[in-house]
């Protein structure tokens, strides 16, 4: 099996940053992508950034592009994101998700980690 541990969140005024990580063990052998999705109270989860291993490919939603930038280090078997200029609305629970080798569903998901920007 595969885990995902997520950690680094917590409350900030809007402007601050955040750096959130991830940390992934067990069978990583065939993961393929990183996600990192978020869910504000009463919404829908929704795609935040993806990361790909083996290649420099990376994707935005478009409400935070610019704002934030996922990284990985592949020693560490973690993924990176990094929040600049927050915004209230980026207030939500956020959720590391790993994907397989030939899926296009993220099959691992994390425990989360709360994110309160405050206005």
């Known amino acids: 099996q595969v885990q995902l541990v997520e950690s680094g969140g917590g409350l900030v005024q809007a402007g601050g940053s955040l750096r959130l990580s991830c940390t992934v063990s067990?069978?990583?052998?065939?993961?393929?992508?990183m996600g990192w999705f978020r869910q504000a109270p009463g919404k829908e989860r929704e795609f935040v950034a993806s990361?790909?291993?083996?290649?420099?490919?990376?994707g935005y939603a478009g409400s935070v592009k610019g704002r934030f930038t996922i990284s990985k280090d592949n020693a560490k078997n973690t993924v990176y994101l990094q929040m600049n200029s927050l915004k209230p609305e980026d207030t939500a629970v956020y959720y590391c998700?790993?994907?397989?080798?030939?899926?296009?569903?993220?099959?691992?998901w994390g425990q989360g980690t709360q994110v309160t920007v405050s206005s």
């Open positions: 990361i790909w291993w083996s290649i420099e490919s990376t």
């Open positions: 067990g069978r990583t052998s065939n993961m393929a992508v």
């Open positions: 998700a790993a994907r397989r080798s030939g899926t296009i569903s993220y099959d691992y």
